[in-house]
């Protein structure tokens, strides 16, 4: 009996004792144990996996969203915009006309003033060339009645 016939039989000892302890039920449960904790961290991989593309999906939607609004604001500032520019040419170009209008009625106004002075230094020419042209010609108590008479014709024809 060589050393070699010791080593078989201690070897075929000890694998008996770890038969008797159970030791390859313990590794088989440890390495079970370990495959069912690898297996829920898979599963939660997972779960938390889809939660992120639910999540990503939920900020991407949002995102578009805010884009949209944010379009939408953007085109109503614009419309406003050109609404306030419309109103503001309306309202120059109507300020512009009615100043227009208030001086082409001052223009008619001083015109007319400057009419009516003219008949008026007329008129008082005319009277006093008539009064001279009377007073020439005619005795001074007749012309004084005749200048009251005359004069009261031109008012009643100025009015």
């Known amino acids: 009996m060589d050393a070699t016939f010791w080593a078989l039989v201690g070897l075929i000892i000890f694998l008996g004792i770890l038969a008797y302890v159970k030791v390859p039920a313990m590794i088989a449960g440890a390495l079970d144990?370990?495959?069912?904790?690898?297996?829920?961290?898979?599963?939660?991989?997972?779960?938390?996996?889809?939660?992120?593309?639910?999540?990503?999906?939920?900020?991407?939607?949002?995102?578009k969203e805010a884009e949209s609004e944010a379009e939408s604001i953007l085109g109503a500032a614009e419309r406003e915009a050109a609404l306030l520019r419309a109103d503001a040419k309306a309202k120059t170009e109507e300020y512009v006309t009615r100043r227009t209008a208030m001086?082409?009625?001052?223009?008619?106004?001083?015109?007319?003033?400057?009419?009516?002075?003219?008949?008026?230094?007329?008129?008082?020419?005319a009277i006093v060339a008539a009064e001279k042209l009377i007073a020439s010609k005619v005795d001074s108590k007749a012309s004084g009645e005749l200048f009251k008479t005359s004069l009261g014709e031109i008012k009643t024809q100025l009015n």
């Open 103 to 125: 001086a082409e009625q001052k223009i008619r106004q001083a015109e007319a003033e400057a009419i009516n002075e003219v008949r008026a230094k007329a008129v008082d020419l």
């Open 33 to 63: 144990k370990r495959a069912d904790q690898i297996r829920n961290e898979l599963e939660e991989a997972k779960k938390l996996r889809e939660e992120a593309q639910q999540l990503l999906a939920e900020y991407q939607r949002k995102r």
